[in-house]
């Protein structure tokens, strides 16, 4: 049966980055929402033309665009075994439609994990992001995850670069966005038993390493937990 993690959390909450180390830790793919808008947008499909008008502005998708993306991603060959999502679902309606695709796909959501962390430390982290320009997209903060050299990737050597959606307006209102309406997903999977909320405001590893247990206990709920 394919495993599907979910990553919810506010903007700048470490999604992306707990999702490369639940990706290499699983052996699945990061199927990231935001990351498919940027590249249709960098290859100006009509999705990412359309896309662009409401992510310039800090707004979601609509969903019926949304959620024909994921599904068609979800259906790639590496996805076989299960995905780890971040960014999505952030509606109820999405969240509905995930449950329906992945029942298709003879899966379900099996544990969602909330990165909990508050507006303030969301703005500080998003302000000093830096990405790398490779797939994989590695990650820097200029005070909490510095590269060794400025501007240069640690692992791959490319450049670093910032969003464009990471200017002070649009990151407010990113936040906002959340709390208004992907926060009541929390409670629904939490009435589906589905939710383990991460303190996302403790060093990288230390999230990871709880971001692990949780998903062991959801995967493995049989085996004794430390
Ligand atoms: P998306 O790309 O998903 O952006 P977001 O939700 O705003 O989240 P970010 O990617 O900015 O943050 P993150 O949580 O990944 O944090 P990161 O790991 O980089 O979405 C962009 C847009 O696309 C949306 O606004 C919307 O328009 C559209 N969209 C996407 N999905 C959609 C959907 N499902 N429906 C409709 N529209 C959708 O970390 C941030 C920084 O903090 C980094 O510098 C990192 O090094 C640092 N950091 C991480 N963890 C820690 C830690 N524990 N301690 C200290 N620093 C840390
Ligand atoms: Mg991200």
Redesign the pocket.
Known sequence: MPTYLLLI??????????AQKLREGYGLPQV????L?RDNLKRSTPLGQL?RQ??DR????PDDV?ISMIRERLQQPDAANGAVL??????IP?AMALDGLLAEFGGRVNVVLYIQVQPEVLLA??A???ICKAPEQH???TL??PPKQPGVCDIDGTELYQRA?DTAEVQSR?IK??FEQTAPLIDYFRERGLMAEID?????AE?TAAMLAAVEAALHPEAPQA
């Open positions: 959390g506010g903007p700048g909450a470490g999604k992306g980055t707990q990231a929402s935001g990351d808008f896309a409401y992510m800090g707004e979601l998708v949304t971040d960014g999505f679902p952030r509606t999405q982290r998003l000093g992001r830096w990650t820097y903060h909490f995850n959606d990113r966005v959340f996302g405001e403790q060093p990288i999230v």
